[in-house]
């Protein structure tokens, strides 16, 4: 057997060293990704209401916070004046993948939240935006007989809030009796609220926010039943004569995103995403409410718009119609997907009690 040249054998055994010192360097660590480098993500957001609102205000906000905060990575593309989707359609394009996500209302979409609604019967206990959403958002943080309706609909909640009082006014009279109701043309959105007008049997004309004024001044109705938010956004004050103060119903609101498409989303924007929930929920509130008691304790009074309170018989006409619309079916769907409604009202009771002890008087619509 041949021997190998000596020079061979050395450069052998420099090779040997080196491949040794390699192998038993230590490897160096790589951190994960969380999605391509610089990537930007777009998502389409409808509101169906218009840009003038108070809680946009709080949506613009928000959307230009996640845009700093994700260095640009996140994108929310808000599109008013339902311009991509209608507000009784908006729920089901986001479930549909039209748009990632909407703000919308329980009220509007009554037929898939029916255990939600039980906060349509404290309106009198919920005497200000800011109490309201906090019993609302902590409310789907602790009872999964509320989350587990956006669940169902694969629906990821990004913020919770409430609006301001339902409130009935009008050019006519005032209504203060059931016998006033009788016929007489209301127009209003929440289906709640139209329920109720129903069963007093007035003239009810179903709307969107797009047909308030007009109707007020081509005289189609001479009253309306609205969130108290809209006799500011689209300066119906300029027509109504009568304020009624009783609330027949705090609006329940919600901006949700297609789960699926979060899902699909880095987990650091993801994160993001889920931080912003309180501010989003509480700003979105307040902005709401400061603005209605500018329009109470400012415009109402300036414009010489008479305040009345509702009459004990109209009051109790309202519960009744709430029990039997909202109560009655609320009881029976804890019990079909076994939740205890009585647990549920006393942690309803809990959370207004501690509510009232952090915001207490101070942002209360009527003093």
């Given amino acids: ?21 390699l192998a038993c360097a230590e490897k160096p660590t790589t951190t994960p990704k ?5 990537e930007t993500y777009n998502l389409v957001f ?7 609102t108070s809680y946009a205000q709080a949506l613009n906000e928000w959307a230009a916070d996640l845009k700093e905060k994700s260095n640009g990575r996140l994108i929310i593309d808000i599109y008013y004046g339902g311009t991509i989707a209608a507000a009784p359609d908006a729920v089901e394009f986001v479930q549909q ?27 009198e206990q919920l005497t200000s935006a800011p109490l309201a959403t906090y019993v609302y958002k902590n409310l789907y943080k602790k009872s999964p007989a509320i989350s587990s309706e956006f669940d169902a609909l694969g629906l990821k909640v990004l913020g919770l809030h409430c609006l301001t009082p339902s409130l009935l006014a009008g050019t006519g009279k005032k209504l203060e009796t059931l016998a006033d109701f009788k016929g007489v043309s209301i127009m209003s959105i929440s289906k709640t609220c139209i329920s109720v007008l129903d069963a007093f049997g007035a003239a009810v004309i179903g709307v969107t926010p797009g047909d308030l004024y007009e109707n007020y001044s081509k005289n189609v109705v001479s009253a309306s039943l609205l969130d108290g938010s809209l006799y500011v956004s689209t300066k119906l004050y300029e027509h109504i004569k009568y304020l009624n103060t009783y609330n027949y119903n705090t609006a329940l609101c919600f901006i949700v995103m297609n789960q699926k498409k979060y899902n699909s989303l880095p987990a650091d924007l993801q994160k993001l995403l889920d931080s912003g929930f309180d501010t989003l929920s509480e700003k979105s509130a307040l902005y709401a409410n400061d603005e209605f008691k500018g329009f109470i304790d400012g415009t109402v009074k ?9 009459s004990p018989e109209v009051i109790a006409a309202i519960e009744a119609e ?20 009585d647990e549920i009202q006393a942690l309803v009771a809990k959370l207004i009690e501690e509510g009232r002890a952090q915001y207490g008087s101070e942002y209360d619509w009527f003093e």
């Fill in 1 to 21: 057997m041949k021997k190998l040249p000596k020079i061979l054998v050395a450069v052998l055994l420099v090779l040997t060293l080196l491949f040794s010192v």
């Fill in 34 to 38: 969380e999605g391509p480098a610089g």
């Fill in 46 to 52: 409808t509101v169906h209401s218009g840009p003038q």
């Fill in 97 to 123: 993948g039209g748009a990632d996500i909407t703000w919308n209302t329980v009220s509007l979409n009554a037929s898939k939240f029916s255990r939600i609604n039980v906060l349509s019967l404290y309106g």
């Fill in 302 to 310: 300036d414009k010489g718009i008479e305040s009345y309170n509702a």
């Fill in 322 to 341: 709430l029990d039997r619309i909202i109560k009655a079916p609320w009881i029976e769907s804890c019990k079909a997907a076994g939740y205890d409604p």
